[in-house]
């Protein structure tokens, strides 16, 4: 849910994934990464008065929550990676 939640699990990532730890280290990398790059991009969209704050807070948690169920179901290292990194969540 969190790059803090990521962090303890980078060692037990290189044992199931079989992966260098920093390989690993990559997941934690592109959430902070997409963490940062979402507000940039969506931060613009909520200043619209049409549209307002709540609709992209709205669809982006709905988003971060939907891509967290490929990301407890992955079985490869490459499929972990690409829902974390996709899976931003705007802050407020």
Known sequence: ??????????TEFSEVFGVGSVTATLTLSLFVVGYGVGPLFLSPISEIPQIGRSIPYIVTLALFCILQVPTALVDNFAGLVRPQTISIKRQE
Do not use: L
Not at 3 to 10: C, E, L, R, Y
């Open 1 to 10: 849910m969190g790059s803090s939640i990521v962090s303890p699990a980078i």
